[in-house]
């Protein structure tokens, strides 16, 4: 069947079997590799994206039911070789170690901040409930949140999308093992 | 990777349309809403419809009115939109209760009411809300419309009455003066199923004795409210003493498993531990209700 939606603001239009859930269809289909794919089960929320705004579990979603609707992936939150708050206030309180959680934790990040831009760390806590952290206890998380939340327009980190999209940030040998830590701070 | 056995993918355009698609599809159709019940089991192949009927677009069966004594919900209401509704919060506070702890906030952004009741699992919290609230289903089929008390709906695990050309409308929930409710739910980190949880209804005579009651619980084996509560509890003050009756009545009308999530005596305490603190909760509602 054909289906056509709009993801990170494009028109997206394809041919898929109606089976094909929308995790894989953003993954496989259209090579969107930044949403994960975890537990399968609607349990982990690694394969969190937002659907007209709200974060839902795309492995329990079929991409025929998102036809018609508005997708956003991690790799729609910056814009204009600017980082979102919310990826700014990650690097900021290393709100990640593996990576593996953090595309569904910023995405249900941005939709708590678009809808509540004050919140407190019990609703921080209670918005990333259905996501499993195994790094980070979920602290930093919390902090990284609390930054995106108190620098709305982003700002204090000289990070930009293209040190992160180029993987400038990550050529090792480029940096004193000491100094890791503060040279993403920086 | 789960990935569903192959079917064809309708969209439904209206509840007529929804009706026409199952007559046309037959018996290997499945209705899909918000889809975390059933995309689950198709993903595990315990579920292999030929034909799923989507009806997410269905916005006629989204709404929450107030229609006189009646609340009415529609069977496409997301839980996000429940726990949110302050109207509902205000007029039944279980559904607020029960909503908090229903699976986790992005479920609960896809899960529908309509959905939980049909998916009929015997872990499910808001049948046991609709059952202590008194709540009809409104079913629509072929031959038109008919409302089931909910003791009429649920048939039993995974089972209710609505037929496999039917769908479920709406609920409608009889508003009380004087009435307070109240769920409690344990179970071992969020998202997981129930292992045990109470749900009370009360409402208050004029002169504060308990008018009329209700009693349910979820995942500990009993389908229904739980019988002779009713009688326990009218015409009586509330008190502690009351309650414990009433809990003891709840423990024994249970029928737990004895499952990973704990032995048949601890949840048989459950069902004891969490209908007193219902009943407390609600009572103290429904006086709270009465002043204001």
């Not at chain 1, 939709?111 to 790094?135: F, M, V, W, Y």
């Not at chain 2, 995974?158 to 709406?170: H, I, N, P, R, S």
């Not at chain 2, 929930?173 to 004087?178: A, G, L, N, Q, S």
């Amino acid at each position: 069947m054909q289906i056509s939606m709009t993801v990170n603001g494009n028109e997206v239009t394809s041919d898929i079997e109606p089976r094909v859930l929308l995790v894989h269809y953003i993954r496989e289909v259209l090579g969107l590799t930044g949403t994960h794919w975890g537990c399968d089960t609607s349990n982990c929320g690694t394969c969190v994206v937002l659907m007209d705004g709200q974060p839902v579990k795309s492995c329990t979603v079929l991409a025929a039911m998102a036809a018609g609707h508005d997708i956003r992936t991690v790799e729609g939150l910056a814009s204009g070789g600017t980082l979102d708050p919310v990826q700014q206030g990650f690097m900021e309180e290393h709100g990640l170690q593996c990576g593996f959680c953090t595309p569904g934790m910023m995405l249900t990040a941005r939709a708590l901040l678009d809808k509540n831009p004050h919140p407190d760390t019990t609703e921080i806590r209670q918005a990333i409930s259905g996501q499993i952290c195994r790094c980070t206890g979920y602290a930093t998380i919390v902090r990284s949140v609390q930054w995106a939340a108190a620098h709305p327009a982003g700002g204090d980190s000289d990070a930009t999308a293209a040190d992160v999209i180029d993987g400038t940030d990550t050529v090792i040998e480029d940096i004193p093992a000491q100094t890791q830590d503060t040279e993403v701070k920086a | 990777m789960q990935i569903p056995a192959p079917f064809d993918y309708v969209r439904a355009t209206s509840v007529d349309n929804a009706l026409e698609l199952l007559a046309r599809h037959g018996p290997e159709s499945r209705v899909v809403a918000g889809g975390h019940s059933l995309l689950p089991m198709m993903k595990l192949r315990l579920s292999r419809p030929e034909w799923l009927i989507d009806i997410n677009d269905l916005y006629e069966l989204d709404f929450i009115l107030r229609d006189g004594d009646k609340l009415r919900i529609g069977a496409l209401t997301r839980h996000t939109t429940l726990l949110e509704s302050d109207e509902i919060a205000a007029l039944f506070p279980i559904v607020r209760d029960a909503e908090a702890v229903i699976a986790d906030p992005i479920v609960r952004n896809r899960g529908t009411i309509g959905g939980s009741l049909c998916q009929a699992d015997p872990a499910e919290d808001l049948s046991t809300v609709c059952d202590v609230l008194g709540a009809e289903a409104v079913i629509r089929g072929p031959a038109g419309e008919r409302i089931l008390a909910m003791a009429d709906f649920h048939r039993g695990p995974y089972e209710t009455a609505v037929g496999q050309d039917e769908l479920l409308c709406e609920l409608r929930f009889p508003v009380r003066p004087r009435s307070g409710s109240a769920y409690e739910k344990v179970e071992r980190r969020v998202g997981d199923w129930a292992v045990g949880a109470a749900g009370a209804s009360v409402t208050l005579a004029e002169d504060g004795t308990i008018a009329d009651a209700a009693v349910g619980l979820t995942a500990l084996g009993l389908d229904h409210t739980v019988a002779g509560a009713a009688e326990l509890l009218r015409g009586r003050q509330p008190g502690e003493e009351l309650f414990a009756e009433a809990a003891r009545l709840a423990a024994a009308a249970s029928d737990p498993v004895a499952d990973q999530r704990g032995p048949i005596d601890y949840k048989r305490h459950l069902a004891d531990e969490l209908t007193r603190r219902v009943l407390r909760q609600a009572c103290a509602r429904a006086a709270q209700t009465q002043e204001g």
